[in-house]
Every structure is written in structure tokens, then in C-alpha cells.
């Protein structure tokens, strides 16, 4: 069965650090996809990235960078330089198969608060 | 803005009372997804439909049903409703690609 852990609850930093969120999943299937959400304290989902099973190049988005590892079966999300405006709750998704159809399993999510 | 709306926004209501959250996916999405947010539980998807067919079940107690009309929409039910029901769900459609969420509806159960 698939599964997702985000071992961290709560991060709190100060504006301006680096901080990275964790997230280990766990599937039987080859082919996958790995998502990224946050959920501000306005309480919507916003998409931050989908990666595939196949694709294991780091991605930087801005201050947002992605180190996904297959080998250890993590895909990681990292922010540069934190703002105010990055606190919310993070949550790490897994969806089986190769269908963009498939359904999102998600981890417990952590919550991040930058304090100014 | 995804595209994906709700409605309503917060509904609040009695145990053991019925209701209904309604969900327009975004324009040529045919799958709907619904899932729901509780404290306890965490985000789990309940159930899925492609172009009005059921596609997929997941922890969607007896309950709660759903339904996707021939225009795409879909509703879900929640009957006998109790304390525990009380959670943000959301509605979430799908272009073979990502998964885009509506804003959520908000159930408080008294």
C-alpha cells in the first residue's frame, strides 16, 4: 500500500534562513508521481510541483527547489530564503500508476511558520 | 483561482441531519475527486468519478454518497451526520495532469 510520512509536525524559523521539508513515501508500483502542496492559513490547496517516477533532476523553482531521491525514496522540498508569506502547512502527495487520473494519498503535512 | 468551485463555503448543522456539498470542476475536466480534511484523520481522498462513472472508493464511509451529473458537476451526501464529521472537503478536478482544488467546504457538525 502506498504511503507518505512527513515526520515533521511543526518547523518555525526566521525570516530570511533556509529550511527544508521532509518527505519519504513508500509504493510498490515503478511508476509514480510525486506532488508538493500548501495549504495557507486561508485554507486552500495551491499546487506547487508533480514529478514522475522517471525524472530524478532536482528542480528549482524560484526560492523553491525539489531534491527528489529514489534511492532512499524522498522527495524533499527546500525554501531559499523564507518570507512571512511561506507560512502554511506543506503537504507531500503520491499518486500510483502512470494514469494522471490516479488518486493523491498525502502525508500529515508540516506545518511552517516564519516569524519576522 | 483554480477553477474548481464550492458550494456553499461553511455549513454548519445538527447531528444525525443530511447534506449536500456541490462541486463544478473546471471547464473540461472530466474526473472529480473528493476528499476530506480532518483534524484526526488528515487529508484522505473519499471518492473519485470520471465522465459520470465512479472510478475509484477510498475511505468513504456508508454514509456519505456522490454523484457526477451529465454536465460534470458532482455532489456528495453526507447523511446521519455525526460530531466526527466535521472537516474541510474538498473537490478536486483533473486534466490528466495535476489535480486542481476547489476552495473547500467547511462542515461543522453540533
Known amino acids: 500500500a502506498q504511503k507518505v510520512t512527513q515526520a515533521q509536525t511543526e518547523i518555525s524559523v526566521v525570516e530570511k534562513e533556509d529550511v527544508t521539508l521532509d518527505c519519504v513515501y513508500e509504493?510498490?508500483?515503478?511508476?509514480?508521481?510525486l506532488f508538493w502542496y500548501k495549504q495557507p492559513p486561508s485554507g486552500e490547496l495551491v499546487f506547487l510541483i508533480r514529478?514522475?517516477?522517471?525524472?530524478?533532476q532536482n528542480e528549482i523553482s524560484g526560492r523553491y527547489s525539489w531534491n527528489f531521491q529514489k534511492s532512499t525514496s524522498s522527495f524533499n522540498f527546500t525554501i531559499t530564503a523564507s518570507q512571512v508569506v511561506d507560512s502554511a502547512v506543506y503537504f507531500c502527495?503520491?499518486?500510483?500508476?502512470?494514469?494522471?487520473?490516479?488518486?493523491?494519498?498525502f502525508g500529515k503535512g508540516t506545518m511552517l511558520l516564519v516569524s519576522p | 483561482d483554480s477553477g474548481v468551485t464550492q458550494t456553499p463555503k461553511h455549513l454548519i448543522t445538527a447531528t444525525g441531519q443530511r447534506v449536500t456539498l456541490r462541486c463544478s470542476p473546471r471547464?473540461?475536466?472530466?474526473?472529480v475527486y473528493w476528499y476530506q480534511q480532518s483534524l484526526d484523520q488528515g487529508l484522505q481522498f473519499l471518492i473519485q468519478?470520471?465522465?459520470?462513472?465512479?472510478?475509484a472508493k477510498g475511505n468513504i464511509l456508508e454514509r456519505f454518497s456522490a454523484q457526477q451529473f451529465p454536465d460534470l458537476h458532482s455532489e456528495l451526501n453526507l447523511s446521519s451526520l455525526e460530531l466526527g464529521d466535521s472537516a474541510l472537503y474538498f473537490c478536486?478536478?483533473?486534466?490528466?495532469?495535476?489535480?486542481?482544488f476547489g476552495p473547500g467546504t467547511r462542515l461543522t457538525v453540533l
Open positions: 514529478r514522475n517516477s522517471f525524472d530524478e
Open positions: 471547464s473540461g475536466d472530466l474526473s
Open positions: 509504493t510498490r508500483d515503478t511508476t509514480y508521481y
Open positions: 502527495a503520491l499518486s500510483e500508476g502512470d494514469s494522471g487520473y490516479s488518486t493523491l494519498t
Open positions: 478536486a478536478s483533473s486534466d490528466n495532469n495535476e489535480q486542481f
Open positions: 468519478y470520471y465522465n459520470g462513472e465512479e472510478r
